[in-house]
C-alpha cells in the first residue's frame, strides 16, 4: 500500500472516528534533515541518523496501526451486513413457506368445489345438460 496515499486520506480526508491506542498527531519530521530529490540527507552527526531512523520507524508502526484499525473496521462491517443477510434469508424463507401453506390451501378450496360441482351435476337428470355443466 503506497504510504503517502494512506497519510493523505487519514490526515487530510473524512474521518473515520476510530479510537486507536496510538497518539496520532500530525506528521512533523525531524527538523535534523532535508529532503531533496526524494531522499532524505542529514545535515547533522550519526546522531541525527539515528533519530531519522527512529523516526521513519515510528512513521511505519502509526501507519500499520491505522491500516490494522480500518481493517478491523471494514471486518466489523462485512460481519455486521452478512449477519443482516442472513437474517433477510430467514424472513424470505418465512414469507415463501406462508406463501406455499395458502397455495396449499387453494387448491384444496379447488378440489372441494369441483366435487360439489360434480355431485350438482349427477342431480340433474337429462343426459345433455350434464354434459355441458361437466367441467
Not at 515510528?58 to 473496521?73: F, M, N, S, V
Not at 462485512?78 to 424463507?93: L, N, P
Request: aromatic share 6%; glycine share 2%.
Amino acid at each position: 500500500m503506497n504510504h503517502s496515499t494512506v497519510t493523505d486520506q487519514y490526515y487530510e480526508g473524512p474521518s473515520l472516528d476510530l479510537q486507536l491506542s496510538i497518539n496520532l498527531r500530525p506528521i512533523q519530521k525531524p527538523s535534523d534533515s532535508v529532503k531533496t530529490g526524494g531522499s532524505i540527507y542529514d545535515v547533522k552527526s550519526d546522531s541525527s541518523s539515528i533519530e531519522s531512523l527512529r523516526w521513519q520507524a515510528g512513521e511505519q508502526i502509526r501507519l500499520a496501526a491505522i491500516e490494522t484499525a480500518y481493517a478491523e473496521r471494514v471486518r466489523e462491517l462485512a460481519k455486521m451486513e452478512m449477519e443482516m443477510a442472513q437474517s433477510e434469508f430467514a424472513r424470505a424463507r418465512h414469507m415463501w413457506l406462508r406463501a406455499r401453506e395458502e397455495v396449499i390451501k387453494a387448491e384444496k378450496m379447488k378440489q372441494r368445489a369441483i366435487r360439489q360441482i360434480d355431485s350438482k351435476c349427477m342431480e340433474i337428470s337429462c343426459q345433455s345438460c350434464r354434459q355441458r355443466f361437466r367441467p
